[in-house]
Structures are given as structure tokens and as C-alpha cells.
């Protein structure tokens, strides 16, 4: 069964802090990670995206893998009150053949603080 | 505009009625994506079609019927609405299967009263 773990929140920091924002799952099939963000009302739109185990950088975003762990983090530099949405973390298996959709994250509410 | 369209945007409906919600599409993308958004579900899957004609269940497909004559558009139906049907349901759409990135749609909210 498919299971994406991820603290709901909400995670209120003060403008220009660092933020940690992190999901844990159980399939070890899971070999895509994505990070959507979501204003209220709006539709998710991706952030980040990666297939291995590291950290991957842009901008003020960093996306760390940790597959052995089965843990993801999302972390944001210098942290802005535009950045306050919700943050849903995404994965999915490698599909040779179909389709498939993403598991999702229950998504963690980050309020930044002017 | 280009991009992934949903309409309507808001809908208020009675148990027992047949809604359909429309999504489309400009960009010509093959797979396309039905979500709906609870609280303390998160995103969940109802039906995903790679292609016009394809179409196939996700996670949560019972209640719902899809279809995909052309490739731009994929309509959800609820048959007959039940209260556990209220939620926010997105469309999305993807190149290919192999695309990480889903485009979503600004979503349609439902209440079933």
C-alpha cells in the first residue's frame, strides 16, 4: 500500500528564517520526489523534482533525497511571506508501461511571518 | 488563454443528481489526471487517461465515471451525487507518463447538499 507521510501543521516562522519542510514513506518502490506548492484556492503547481538521492538546489529551494531512510525535505533559504502556502510533498514509481498518478503527501500549511 | 481550464469553478448540487465537471486542455498533452482534495486526505487519485480512449481507475474511482473522446478534454461525472462526493477536485495534465511534471488546473469546488 501506498503511504506518504507528512506533518499538516501549520508551521509558522518568522520572514528570512530557514525552513525545513519533510514526508517519509514506506514504498521502497517510490523513485520520484516532487515538492507542489499551493496558494489557497489555487491549483498545486511543482516546485521541485528529483529522481535520486542527494540534494538538488534552486534558487532559495533545496530538495534533499534520502532513499535509504525513505525521508524527503524541502528546505527554503531567507524565507518570505510569499512563500506562506501549502506544501505537498509527491512521489511515484517508475512506470515503464501506463500511467500512473502521484501519491501525495497531506501537505503541511507553512505561515511565514513578516 | 493556453493552459488546463475547469469549469465550473463553483457548484452547488443535491444527493442524487448527475454533475459533470469539465477540464481542458491546450496544451495537447496525452495524459491527463482527475484529483479530488480533502481535508486530511490530501490529494487522491480518481481516474488518470493516457490518450483519447484510454481511460483507467485510480485510487478512488467508485462513483465517478470519465471519458476522453478528444484528447484536449476529460470530463468527470458524478452518475449520483452522495454528500461524500463534496471536495475540490483537480484536473491535471502531463506530456507523458514518464513526465514528472503534472500541470493542474485552478480546480472546481463541489458541495453536495
Known amino acids: 500500500q501506498k503511504e506518504v507521510e507528512q506533518d499538516p501543521g501549520p508551521l509558522s516562522v518568522p520572514e528570512g528564517a530557514i525552513v525545513s519542510l519533510n514526508c517519509t514513506y514506506s514504498?521502497?518502490?517510490?523513485?520520484?520526489f516532487m515538492w507542489y506548492r499551493q496558494y489557497s484556492r489555487k491549483g498545486p503547481e511543482l516546485l521541485m523534482y528529483?529522481?535520486?538521492?542527494g540534494n538538488k538546489e534552486d534558487g532559495r529551494f533545496t530538495a534533499q533525497v534520502d532513499k535509504s531512510s525513505k525521508y524527503i525535505s524541502l528546505f527554503i533559504r531567507d524565507s518570505q511571506p510569499s512563500d506562506s502556502a501549502t506544501y505537498l510533498c509527491?512521489?511515484?514509481?517508475?512506470?515503464?508501461?501506463?500511467?500512473?498518478?502521484?501519491?501525495f503527501g497531506k501537505g503541511t500549511h507553512l505561515i511565514i511571518q513578516p | 488563454d493556453a493552459g488546463i481550464t475547469q469549469s465550473p469553478r463553483y457548484k452547488i448540487t443535491e444527493t442524487g443528481r448527475q454533475v459533470t465537471l469539465m477540464c481542458h486542455q491546450t496544451?495537447?498533452?496525452?495524459?491527463m489526471f482527475w484529483y479530488r482534495q480533502d481535508l486530511g486526505h490530501g490529494l487522491r487519485l480518481i481516474y488518470y487517461?493516457?490518450?483519447?480512449?484510454?481511460?483507467d481507475k485510480g485510487e478512488v474511482p467508485d462513483g465517478y465515471v470519465v471519458s476522453r473522446s478528444k484528447t484536449e478534454n476529460f470530463p468527470l461525472t458524478l452518475e449520483s451525487a452522495t454528500r461524500s462526493q463534496t471536495s475540490v477536485y483537480f484536473c491535471?495534465?502531463?506530456?507523458?507518463?514518464?513526465?514528472?511534471?503534472?500541470?493542474f488546473g485552478p480546480g472546481t469546488r463541489l458541495l453536495v447538499l
Open positions: 491535471a495534465s502531463s506530456v507523458n507518463s514518464l513526465q514528472e511534471t503534472q500541470y
Open positions: 496544451w495537447s498533452h496525452s495524459y
Open positions: 487517461s493516457a490518450a483519447a480512449d484510454i481511460t
Open positions: 514504498n521502497s518502490a517510490f523513485q520520484y
Open positions: 509527491a512521489m511515484r514509481e517508475y512506470s515503464g508501461g501506463g500511467a500512473d498518478g502521484l501519491t
Open positions: 528529483t529522481y535520486s538521492s
